[in-house]
């Protein structure tokens, strides 16, 4: 591992001394085309022109660093990750400004995390400037593709993935790292509806020691019985309970999770603390930051089901939310359990639920200033 660090740190100027543009092969849409995707992006449906593509190798380091047109990848079939899910992600957004600007969100975070991640899995981490600097080479290549209509945003995928074709297991030496571009709309286009979830007894998201405060594939393939599972039990998502105990919240689906307790002025938000278990969110963490400076409370500890159920009961459980990079906020009004079902609240998104959520959107699309320093200019 100490001579794929080597290798990362001496290789990142591929990535920071300019990204030549590769237009061989592709063709870029038309005006009309785009417009026509943007008029109704949805999320994950359709991709930009060009993608990012850097490839490692033990010895040399990242190499190879380019846009080049977003086309399928040619793999073999003996190629490592396709055996042994050697495979990290993360997700940010990028936003049109204003002022005709485009800007992402506290990219230095992702990347920070994706290093954590590529560490956990044995990968040679991309340095967080190079991580950056590829992210700002495809925003500013597909900056028309960025949508303008309201709470829309461009989607960015960075991945890296074990490439080397071989069979044992064992670290590859080969990798891939990329990143994508998708346009996505509004995540609730007729109002912020909230959603039921099921709380999964039968299956766990992470356990102690293992990759759920990282972002790697197999954590997403573990989860999607369990999604399964809530479907057919008639919610839209599955809540996670710790795997020692099976009593204590942890996430929602792929989201961290809030509790308010009390209303106005005097609410107090609780949420899981970050236990090694739970993946440390960057909308969790912004969240955290604006509720303070209105003048909450923020209380990070372990929060059982009972205890939300209880709450709920006796009216100190006022509201409860998701969040996460694609909705920002996600009330949740209905919660299912073999130990019985609830309702928070009369069902209706909260009001601080509402506010913490008009507050960031607000900054991500500069409709308020940035005190923070959040947002991240291209170009």
């Not at 571009?181 to 099921?198: K, T």
Request: hydrophobic share 40%; proline share 6%; net charge negative.
């Amino acid at each position: 591992m100490t001579d794929t660090l080597a290798d990362s740190r001496t290789s990142s100027r591929v990535f920071t001394e300019g990204v030549p543009l590769v237009v061989d092969g592709g063709s870029r849409r038309s005006a009309a085309e785009r417009a026509e995707v943007l008029a109704d992006p949805g999320f994950g449906r359709f991709f930009t022109d060009n993608m990012f593509v850097a490839r490692y190798r033990t010895g040399q380091g990242w190499y190879d660093a380019r846009l080049t047109p977003y086309a399928p990848l040619q793999v073999d079939p003996s190629m490592a990750t396709l055996h042994y899910a050697q495979s990290i992600f993360e997700g940010l957004k990028a936003y049109a400004q204003p002022d005709g600007s485009v800007a992402t969100f506290r990219p230095e975070a992702n990347a920070a995390r994706f290093v954590r991640s590529a560490k956990r899995l044995a990968m040679p981490p991309v340095p967080e400037e190079a991580f950056i600097a590829a992210v700002d080479a495809l925003v500013d290549a597909d900056r028309d593709w960025v949508p303008t209509g309201a709470d829309q945003t461009l989607y960015l995928r960075p991945y890296q993935m074990a490439s080397e074709p071989f069979l044992g297991v064992r670290p590859a030496r080969e990798y891939l790292f990329l990143v994508i571009a998708s346009p996505a709309g509004a995540y609730f286009p007729r109002g912020v509806q909230p959603v039921s979830v099921y709380v999964s007894e039968d299956y766990v998201r992470a356990s102690p020691g293992g990759t759920g405060d990282v972002k790697c594939a197999g954590n997403y393939a573990a989860s999607l019985l369990a999604q399964e599972q809530a479907g057919e039990a008639g919610c839209d998502q599955v809540v996670w309970l710790d795997a020692t105990e099976k009593r204590y919240v942890e996430e929602m689906g792929g989201m961290n999770l809030f509790f308010v307790l009390g209303s106005g002025d005097d609410a107090e938000l609780i949420t899981p603390e970050l236990t090694g278990t739970l993946l440390p969110g960057i909308t969790r963490a912004s969240l955290i930051a604006l509720a303070e400076e209105m003048g909450h409370r923020v209380t990070e500890r372990k929060f059982g089901v009972d205890e939300w159920r209880r709450g709920v009961a006796d009216g100190t459980v006022t509201e409860t939310f998701a969040c996460g990079t694609a909705a920002v906020i996600t009330p949740v009004g209905e919660v299912k359990a073999r130990t019985g079902d609830f309702v928070v609240g009369d069902g209706t998104p909260g009001p601080l639920t509402m506010r913490l959520r008009e507050a960031l959107l607000d900054i991500q699309h500069g409709r308020v200033a940035d005190t923070h320093g959040w947002l991240h200019r291209v170009g």
